[in-house]
């Protein structure tokens, strides 16, 4: 069996929690997991079903300067998310997803 997490931007917390879901479903399940950016409209076609709806994970964002428009830069993971990620991760074999 094979198994693909896809998460729908390429910032770095998204990345990084998804690299963590990957991880912990691989090592849950002994199963080849790919971690992919989403490919709009293209899962479905590619053969690809949802096993569970997805997860959320939160950032914090720090207000920028006054006149100043920065965005990412200055978003982090929440404390604990990418453990988090990892421990919802290894709940998947249980529902019959992994």
Known sequence: ??????????????????????EALEAATRTSVDVRPAAAGRLGRAGCRLAVPPESFFVSRDQPPPGEKRR?????LEPGEVER???W???LPATGAG
Do not use: K, P
């Not at 693909?4 to 998804?18: C, E, K, N, Q």
């Open 72 to 76: 990412h830069a200055t978003e982090a």
């Open 85 to 87: 990620a990892a421990a």
């Open 1 to 22: 069996m094979r198994a693909l997490v896809v998460f729908d931007t390429t910032y770095g917390s998204t990345a990084r929690i998804a690299r963590a879901i990957g």
């Open 89 to 91: 991760a290894r709940t």
